[in-house]
């Protein structure tokens, strides 16, 4: 079978929401090169055009895009290839396909992100996971905003946490995390609920943690969600946000009265934890 591989270039600052609307459109994980290149697959050429059209009205300045005709046998498990284990702190994400080996005393995630965003290859993934792990205590309750396949929520309960509720408005998404909760045993201390983040959240509380990888404007509109939903000693993990946009959402938090604690950079990626004033 051939298809279309779509090279997308954009400026840093957009690279997320190109990201995020290309993960949309096509339904499928998008690749991000070292040098900041976007990967997307359309099956067509007409699917192609069409999907070229869309960014160029999204993203009017600075889009670069180049369109390679490929013969791929399943595009939808090409992202096996390449993947491996990865450890993030106390951590390791270990592909279903993959025999598990290394220290028991790990906290170990097996996991396929198929089509949701999430394998722990993306430095956003990363760099939440980074402080998820290094916040999430015994017994606590963790909520994950924008889940996609599942892994900080799935990662929060093996890491010690009581209970994790993750939330996508991607139904699609759900299903793979849902599938992925069971594929690690925790399907009963995990669970998935399909919806708009922004709504939903204060019906999940209390939460001990609360992680949102999302995009800039979303993490935003969430702020009095999870305010209202922390509980007072809680902490909130943000991340999905380029190194360039970390001092406009710094000065957001303040705003709002949240005080950072921590935050940390993942191959451009930005995260911060920080807890309500
Ligand atoms: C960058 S991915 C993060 C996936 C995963 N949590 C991770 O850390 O790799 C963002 C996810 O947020 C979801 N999302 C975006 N806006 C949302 C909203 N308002 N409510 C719920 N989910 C949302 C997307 O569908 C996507 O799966």
């Known amino acids: 079978m051939s298809g279309w591989a779509i090279e997308v270039r954009v400026p840093p600052g957009s690279r997320a929401a190109t ?24 099956p067509t050429r007409s699917m192609t055009r069409a999907l070229v059209s869309k960014l160029e009205e999204a993203f ?21 290839d390449g993947l491996g284990p990865r450890r993030i702190g106390r951590v390791v994400i270990v592909p279903s396909w993959i025999r598990p080996e290394g220290d028991p005393a790990d906290c170990r995630v097996v996991l396929d992100p198929e089509g949701a965003f999430g394998s722990g290859e993306h430095g956003s993934t990363r760099a939440a996971l980074r402080l998820l792990e290094r916040q999430v205590r015994a017994g606590e309750v963790v909520l994950d905003l924008g889940t996609g396949g599942g892994i900080l929520a799935i990662a929060a309960v093996v890491a010690g946490a009581r209970r994790a509720v993750g939330v996508d408005h991607d139904s699609q998404a759900i299903a793979v995390a849902e599938a992925n909760a069971r594929r690690n045993n925790v399907d009963h201390r995990v669970a998935f609920v399909c919806g708009d983040a922004t709504d939903i959240t204060p019906l999940l509380g209390p939460a001990d943690v609360i992680a ?16 209202q939903t922390l509980r007072p000693a809680g ?19 303040e ?4 005080a950072p604690i921590e935050e940390l950079c993942d191959a451009g990626w930005w995260a911060v934890t920080a807890r309500c004033r």
């Open 19 to 42: 990201a995020a609307r290309l993960v949309e459109w096509t339904e499928l994980a998008v690749e991000e090169r070292a040098d900041g290149t976007l990967v997307s697959f359309a």
């Open 60 to 80: 009017p300045t600075g889009l670069e895009t180049a369109c390679t005709r490929i013969e791929v046998s399943d595009w939808a498990t090409r992202w096996h």
């Open 212 to 227: 949102a990888n999302i995009l800039q404007t979303v993490n935003c509109a969430l702020l009095p969600a999870i305010r």
């Open 235 to 253: 902490r909130v993990i943000f991340s999905g946000m380029e190194q360039e946009e970390a001092e406009e959402f710094l000065t957001v938090l």
């Open 255 to 258: 705003h709002e009265a949240f």
